[in-house]
């Protein structure tokens, strides 16, 4: 079980941090991925974590966002830096046994997500 939290409304330039906590497993022998989906749009890879701690990033994100994992605490976090309103949508973590994949159906345990808003 994988549960999203952190979601919320932010002025253009501010920050988030969101975690993605799961219960059930050994959380630190999966890849984790954050995706997002924008009304209207595919969800789209945001950032991933493998199991080494190596980070992968969408060039859309890459200097403002980062992402980290606690395996101690089973919960991979996003931190979301200089917030821009193209970055407004629910937010999904994603789990999966080997390493970190860009595509959706690649990955077996999904979150319920979390929405974030972001105003100009």
């Known amino acids: 079980l994988l549960v999203e939290s952190g979601g919320g409304s932010v002025q253009a330039g501010g920050s988030l941090r969101l975690s993605c906590a799961a219960s059930g497993r050994t959380f630190s022998i999966y890849a984790v991925g954050w995706f997002r989906q924008a009304p209207g749009k595919e969800r789209e890879f945001v950032a991933g974590?493998?199991?080494?701690?190596?980070?992968y990033y969408a060039d859309s994100v890459k200097g403002r966002f980062t992402i980290s994992r606690d395996n101690a605490k089973n919960t991979v976090y996003l931190q979301m830096n200089s917030l821009e309103r193209e970055d407004m949508a629910v937010y999904y973590c994603?789990?999966?046994?080997?390493?970190?994949?860009?595509?959706?159906?690649?990955?077996?345990?999904w979150g319920q997500g979390t929405q974030v808003t972001v105003s100009s």
């Open positions: 994603a789990a999966r046994r080997w390493g970190v994949a860009r595509t959706t159906d690649e990955y077996d345990y």
């Open positions: 974590i493998n199991i080494s701690k190596t980070t």
